[in-house]
């Protein structure tokens, strides 16, 4: 009797720890989304910063072999 009584208590004790982690692992996540909600990283730069944009060129016709070929070794 003594063992299936012990079983019952480690088997409620190991549901309560996940639950708190559990809980505790959700209100981190919130934590962290509300510290990010308002960081905007694709704000434009200030001073003297360099623009590392090209304009593609509608004019100038590109073959869909060199595009898969850029996508491939850019990651584009």
Known sequence: M??????IF???KVTVLFA???????????WL??????????DEPSGRAVKVY???????KTDWSGRLIEFFRNGE
Do not use: R
């Open 2 to 7: 003594k063992d299936g009584l012990k079983i």
């Open 54 to 60: 090209e304009p593609i060129d509608s004019n100038k």
């Open 33 to 42: 989304d509300h510290n990010y909600e308002s960081y905007h990283k694709y």
């Open 10 to 12: 480690d088997t409620i």
């Open 20 to 30: 708190v982690c559990t809980v505790a692992f959700y209100f981190g996540l919130k």
